[in-house]
């Protein structure tokens, strides 16, 4: 579920499919299992430029962090070097993406299929992932979804959020607002604009602290 181009073919043909199957969880994998199944997405495992800048924002603020990323997918365009963090958890609805994971044998890493609206982390992290994500959300869970999650963050714990062109998102920005999560840092990765944004949201009542934390 993670995009790095602002045009795709798997992006584009997904649009109408997701109308259809995003309120039926099993229909909903499905649909993705067979995107990765045609390659739709192959073209994410081409580069890890994006996903390098992106752990060095994890790598900033949490450093040696255990990373929970939702909507994973197969997580090659991850940058994920032993030593830079303590443990990483995929999740993803797509067991294809999930297997595809697996294959890449990494050390410290582990993976799980499962629908990411409801699931239920077994331990807090320091940094909760949703890299190109909630464009595949309904809008209206986005804010509930991320408020839920900021409980299964560890006390200076945060949500990054990867967003496409950021700036030219604003539903998206208005739903993940709508959570009433304190946006710490907004970031564009790479020269330019055509490149993703990051979006920090902390805890509000570790926001000061993980603030003065970084500074000093």
């Known amino acids: ?66 990373i929970l990323d939702l909507g994973c997918g197969t997580t090659a365009n991850l940058p994920l070097t032993p030593g830079r963090f303590r443990h990483y958890h995929g999740v993803d609805i797509s067991e294809k993406a999930i297997e595809r994971a697996r294959q890449l044998r990494r050390a410290s890493a582990t993976y799980e299929t499962a629908d990411i609206l409801t699931y239920v982390p ?59 999560l304190p946006v710490m840092v907004e970031k564009t990765l790479g020269p330019g604009p055509g490149h993703p944004t990051v979006y920090l949201l902390g805890k509000p009542e570790n926001t000061a602290e993980a603030l003065d934390s970084h500074a000093s």
Request: charged letters at 20%; aromatic letters at 12%; one cysteine or more.
């Open 122 to 180: 077994q331990e807090a992290y320091d940094v909760i992932l949703l890299r190109e994500v909630i464009y595949y959300l309904p809008l209206t869970k986005v804010g509930q979804l991320l408020r839920r999650l900021s409980t299964f963050l560890t006390p200076n714990g945060v949500i990054l959020i990867q967003i496409w062109a950021g700036d030219k998102n604003s539903g998206l920005l208005g739903a993940m607002k709508a959570s009433a």
């Open 1 to 66: 579920m993670v995009s790095t181009c602002s045009f795709s073919p798997g992006k584009w043909a997904a649009i109408p499919v997701r109308v259809i199957t995003r309120a039926f969880p099993r229909l909903n994998a499905a649909s993705w299992d067979l995107q990765y199944k045609l390659g739709l997405w192959d073209y994410l495992d081409l580069t890890q430029s994006t996903g390098f800048e992106l752990f060095e924002v994890v790598e900033e603020y949490a450093p040696m962090a255990s």
